[in-house]
């Protein structure tokens, strides 16, 4: 008991503590938890293992198979493209195709026959009707090339389209190794990660093991009674204002 100001005043004590046998068992959880940490249990490391699935034999020969296709062409691509290059010449339509002399041979035999049947070879008519046999089978020739040199026209675009279409499938198997090259760095990084957050985590956790409510002490200080009535009830006051939050008041 103390003096302030010529007022008499009185401190308490107030502890609050577990109940008994739950204390023990606290301070064993607490030593067992401080040797957990020592020996390096409450750490969570990364997994040390690979996390990234391997490239299979299948894909990687499927990927080098695509690039290999799509870097020397299609064979059958590079053939059709030869072909459509070949009618579009401007040359295709005034050749000759093959097999075609042999045609204007035999026309021009059946019209000597004929002709020699009759007695009128090297006639007028005779050279009259040569020619239009002649003419005849070279323009069913020429319409035929002329129709040909339309589709291979139409055709052409597609055929161009194709060599992009290779280009991208390079493309494509290129983006697949580097996806694949990508996962490797990030398990990589993700495994950095978690041996710098490491420690944090484990101080972390540590806490929050010990955490809890396992007691307290409060001090307070008050007037004292003496029978002075008014001490009393400003004592009394300052009791229920203790009591009561300061929200409350």
Known sequence: ??????????????????????????????????????????????????????????TANAWTGIANRAQSGSPLNQMSSQYVQNVLNPGYLTSD???????????????????????????????GALNQSQGQIRYQ????????????????????????FDLGQLQQVGGQREAAAQDQINADINRYNSLQNAPINELALYQHLIGGNLGATTTATQPVNNGNPLLSVLGGLGQAAASVPWWQL
Do not use: C
């Open 1 to 58: 008991m103390g003096k302030d100001s010529g007022n008499d005043t009185q401190q308490t004590t107030q502890t609050s503590a577990p109940w008994g046998p739950q204390a023990k068992r606290w301070q064993t959880a607490l030593g067992d938890l401080d040797k957990l940490r020592a020996s390096g249990a409450l750490r969570i490391n990364p997994y040390p293992g690979q996390t990234v699935a391997p490239t299979s034999d299948e």
């Open 97 to 127: 195709s093959p097999g075609l002399s042999s045609v204007l041979d035999s026309a021009a035999n059946d019209v000597n026959a004929r002709y020699a049947m009759a007695g009128r070879q090297f006639s007028g008519s005779h050279a």
């Open 141 to 164: 020739d020429y319409a035929r090339k002329a129709a040909e040199q339309q589709a291979a026209a139409q055709f052409a675009p597609q055929l161009a389209r194709e060599d992009y």
